[in-house]
């Protein structure tokens, strides 16, 4: 696991989004959501058995480590240029006005149907980290840095 590869970033970044008690696990019905956040296309049945693989236990839990073989099985034939595009059209989608960024309104909307577990406080929490200018709105950098990190 190359620990720099933007990549390897962009998991970790998500990882942390989705562990809001820096527990260094995520719940396993999170992974979904995280690659749905990531714009990543897959097969449902396919992640299951990738995750029940993965959590021979049955803890529900994964660590860091987990999660990024389970996600890397997703990720692997993307090139750079394929997730930006991704992240492009998730954007785009947002971003109805076509106006270049899309309201904390919004993204709040969308953290929150990505994972209905997220509290209130959580989602100030991601929205404060991402919207450093306090603008209230998430231009198209501001949603990459946040994804790819």
Request: hydrophobic share 40%; no cysteine; glycine share 8%.
């Amino acid at each position: 696991m190359d620990g720099d590869d933007e990549k390897t970033q962009m998991l970790k970044k998500a990882f942390a989004m989705f562990d809001q008690g820096k527990t260094g696990f995520i719940e396993t019905n999170r992974v979904a959501a995280i690659l749905n956040t990531m714009g990543q296309q897959f097969d449902a049945n396919e992640l299951a058995v990738t995750i029940e693989e993965t959590d021979k236990d049955k803890t529900g839990k994964l660590t860091f480590e987990a999660f990024y073989s389970i996600a890397a099985n997703f990720l692997e034939d993307e090139d750079d240029e394929a997730m930006q595009n991704e992240l492009k059209e998730a954007f785009r989608l947002y971003d109805k006005e076509g106006n270049g960024y899309i309201t904390t309104a919004v993204l709040r909307e969308i953290l929150g149907a990505l994972d209905d577990k997220l509290t209130s406080d959580d989602l100030d929490g991601i929205i404060e980290e991402i919207d450093e200018d306090g603008s209230g709105t998430i231009d198209f950098d501001e949603f990459m840095e946040m994804m790819t990190g």
